[in-house]
């Protein structure tokens, strides 16, 4: 491996390789996948994926960092950036003149950072791309991910908390392009709880495929075996604003109530529906989301939804509250960073901690909210938080000038 890398090296120095396949070469050995690279009138065009990277700014500035070390010419460099589902999340646009300061060292990452051009809007630099070869591809190619589960319920009489922790490691295999087959299966390890909580249990079995429907739609439809034992199908469509400030999407789920434990498998006949549309704005000034949304939650209730979730760099702590049938309830909610920030794979499988640890905890927690089943909802991913995969742009340029110096390294 280390002879090819200089053989590549010196290639590129020599001038064999096209530009374009020297920022491939480059994006690849950084550990980006399914890559496509081709060569415009003004520079350089490329889109990848990043599953390596535990932090979307780092994937970011790790990637533009990488491809201007590829770039030997001092032409634009344009860059879309998908996330694992394949779907276009962030555009890159670096003009000649910035390449070439940074090539003369008239600028550092701080500089590029600073100076270039993001947006939401891909249409454009994916336009360039049409036609061109995908290399290094994750189809097929599994991660083996472990995510910690921690249940807390401070209801009973005669205990402080009831409680439970578990393992859940979980196969995340992408499959073709927008596709994603998961498999998790979870393990208990500490608790005082019986029943369920204290047995091996299927976790999130899904199929999840994502569609890029232009202009900064996109449309995702999941099927299986969901969180908060809700078995069925659900599809999300949202759209966002180029500058990525205002979002706007719809939910909907079709599910059956799905219970393993004891070795005997219990499902309801009635599918219920759940729905809802959401509208969210970012406030760059404290990197800070306000959502609201209008809900009909999975047993019929109908209510409304608001929340704020603060980005602290990789870390959010948010705040929600909710009324359903006359009843109100709320809470709060992190996700923070588990240890290791790159994983790279190993004999074509990628072996790591989930990426985050996330947590959500509701006020009411009994009394007739929770008999009568009132704003009951779930998650069709895993990894369901605002930390994963967030590609706002002013969020990316803030995080990557303010970490730019360890980028540098």
């Given at each position: 491996?280390?002879?090819?890398?200089?053989?590549?090296?010196?290639?590129?120095?020599?001038?064999?390789?096209?530009?374009?396949?020297?920022?491939?070469?480059?994006?690849?050995?950084?550990?980006?996948?399914?890559?496509?690279?081709?060569?415009?009138?003004?520079?350089?065009?490329?889109?990848?994926?990043?599953?390596?990277?535990?932090?979307?700014?780092?994937?970011?500035?790790?990637?533009?960092?990488?491809?201007?070390?590829?770039?030997?010419?001092?032409?634009?460099?344009?860059?879309?950036?998908?996330?694992?589902?394949?779907?276009?999340?962030?555009?890159?646009?670096?003009?000649?003149?910035?390449?070439?300061?940074?090539?003369?060292?008239?600028?550092?990452?701080?500089?590029?950072?600073?100076?270039?051009?993001?947006?939401?809007?891909?249409?454009?630099?994916?336009?360039?791309?049409?036609?061109?070869?995908?290399?290094?591809?994750?189809?097929?190619?599994?991660?083996?991910?472990?995510?910690?589960?921690?249940?807390?319920?401070?209801?009973?009489?005669?205990?402080?908390?009831?409680?439970?922790?578990?393992?859940?490691?979980?196969?995340?295999?992408?499959?073709?392009?927008?596709?994603?087959?998961?498999?998790?299966?979870?393990?208990?390890?500490?608790?005082?709880?019986?029943?369920?909580?204290?047995?091996?249990?299927?976790?999130?079995?899904?199929?999840?495929?994502?569609?890029?429907?232009?202009?900064?739609?996109?449309?995702?439809?999941?099927?299986?075996?969901?969180?908060?034992?809700?078995?069925?199908?659900?599809?999300?469509?949202?759209?966002?604003?180029?500058?990525?400030?205002?979002?706007?999407?719809?939910?909907?789920?079709?599910?059956?109530?799905?219970?393993?434990?004891?070795?005997?498998?219990?499902?309801?006949?009635?599918?219920?529906?759940?729905?809802?549309?959401?509208?969210?704005?970012?406030?760059?000034?404290?990197?800070?989301?306000?959502?609201?949304?209008?809900?009909?939650?999975?047993?019929?209730?109908?209510?409304?939804?608001?929340?704020?979730?603060?980005?602290?760099?990789?870390?959010?702590?948010?705040?929600y509250a909710l009324y359903t049938n006359g009843y109100v309830n709320g809470g709060f909610n992190f996700a923070l960073p588990l240890p290791g920030r790159k994983y790279n794979r190993w004999k074509g499988m990628r072996l790591k901690p989930a990426d985050y640890f996330t947590y959500e905890y509701?006020?009411?927690?009994?009394?007739?909210?929770?008999?009568?089943?009132?704003?009951?909802?779930?998650?069709?991913?895993?990894?369901?938080?605002?930390?994963?995969?967030?590609?706002?742009?002013?969020?990316?340029?803030?995080?990557?000038?303010?970490?730019?110096?360890?980028?540098?390294?």
């Amino acid at each position: 491996m280390k002879i090819q890398r200089m053989t590549t090296m010196c290639m590129a120095l020599m001038g064999i390789l096209p530009l374009s396949a020297q920022v491939e070469t480059k994006l690849a050995e950084l550990g980006m996948e399914n890559i496509r690279t081709t060569r415009s009138e003004t520079g350089v065009a490329v889109a990848f994926e990043d599953r390596a990277f535990r932090s979307s700014y780092e994937g970011v500035g790790r990637a533009i960092k990488a491809a201007l070390e590829g770039m030997t010419a001092d032409e634009e460099l344009r860059m879309a950036v998908l996330d694992a589902n394949g779907l276009p999340q962030l555009d890159i646009c670096l003009e000649p003149a910035l390449v070439e300061a940074y090539h003369r060292g008239e600028a550092d990452l701080h500089d590029v950072f600073g100076q270039m051009q993001l947006s939401c809007t891909t249409d454009a630099t994916l336009a360039l791309l049409e036609g061109a070869e995908t290399t290094h591809k994750s189809a097929w190619r599994p991660d083996l991910v472990v995510y910690p589960h921690l249940f807390l319920e401070n209801t009973s009489l005669y205990k402080l908390y009831k409680y439970s922790i578990a393992l859940a490691p979980a196969i995340e295999m992408p499959l073709w392009k927008g596709a994603e087959l998961t498999a998790q299966v979870i393990f208990p390890i500490v608790g005082n709880q019986k029943g369920e909580l204290k047995q091996i249990r299927p976790g999130v079995v899904s199929l999840r495929q994502g569609f890029y429907l232009k202009k900064n739609w996109t449309l995702t439809v999941t099927a299986g075996q969901f969180t908060n034992h809700r078995l069925g199908g659900a599809a999300d469509v949202k759209w966002r604003t180029p500058d990525g400030r205002w979002e706007v999407g719809a939910k909907a789920g079709l599910t059956v109530y799905s219970l393993f434990v004891d070795r005997e498998w219990t499902l309801t006949r009635k599918p219920k529906l759940d729905a809802k549309i959401y509208g969210r704005v970012y406030v760059p000034r404290w990197n800070t989301e306000l959502t609201g949304e209008a809900v009909r939650f999975v047993y019929g209730d109908y209510g409304v939804k608001g929340s704020a979730v603060r980005h602290f760099g990789e870390s959010t702590v948010g705040l929600y509250a909710l009324y359903t049938n006359g009843y109100v309830n709320g809470g709060f909610n992190f996700a923070l960073p588990l240890p290791g920030r790159k994983y790279n794979r190993w004999k074509g499988m990628r072996l790591k901690p989930a990426d985050y640890f996330t947590y959500e905890y509701g006020v009411v927690a009994g009394g007739k909210y929770i008999d009568q089943n009132l704003g009951v909802s779930y998650a069709t991913t895993n990894w369901d938080n605002r930390s994963h995969g967030f590609y706002q742009p002013e969020y990316i340029r803030y995080f990557l000038m303010k970490d730019c110096k360890r980028l540098e390294d």
